[in-house]
């Protein structure tokens, strides 16, 4: 049995419908265009502070070698809940989805936090970091976005 598309999709566009086809491609188009760009604000690396975020809320990123093994740590610019943190390392490209199991906790802007250690780390590896869950005091959601370049 042989199913055609054509049997259950029927396109007509002729004229004047053609025309605000056009005109819908070309704006999804622009709108794709005008939204693919870097959102990086730079990064410090190190001990130290590393590069901030884009959003309500930032985050401080600082790193730290132990032996074969590297923790990452995150700083919040306000009190926090965090549910989800994906960490990113495009030039593998590697991605570490971290579910916090308990949403209620609260991160607190004046303590670095950190997860669980990985390896095989290097020198000049561009991560990026992107942090979900809401803020303490207003309830409201955010999505931010961290980088940090290991030095």
């Given amino acids: 049995m ?19 086809l056009s005109i819908l491609f070309s704006l999804l188009a622009l709108t794709f265009y005008s939204s693919c ?27 730290q070698a132990n032996g074969a093994n590297y923790s990452f740590y995150f700083q919040p610019s ?6 989800r943190i994906i960490a990113n390392l495009p030039a593998q490209p590697y991605s570490d ?3 916090n199991t308990n949403t209620a906790y609260v991160f607190s802007k004046d303590t670095a936090y950190t997860w669980y250690e990985y390896q095989g780390i290097s020198t ?19 999505t931010s976005t961290a980088n940090f370049s290991v030095p």
């Fill in 2 to 20: 042989k199913l055609s598309l054509y049997k259950f999709i029927k396109i007509n566009v002729k004229g004047e419908n053609m025309k605000y």
């Fill in 37 to 63: 760009g870097s959102d990086s604000t730079g990064n410090n690396g190190g001990i130290g502070p590393g590069g901030g975020g884009t959003g309500s809320v930032t985050f401080t990123m600082q790193g």
């Fill in 78 to 83: 306000v009190d926090v809940k965090v549910s």
């Fill in 97 to 99: 989805t971290i579910t």
């Fill in 124 to 142: 000049g590896q561009a991560w990026n970091f992107v942090f979900t869950g809401n803020i303490v005091s207003s309830g409201s959601a955010y």
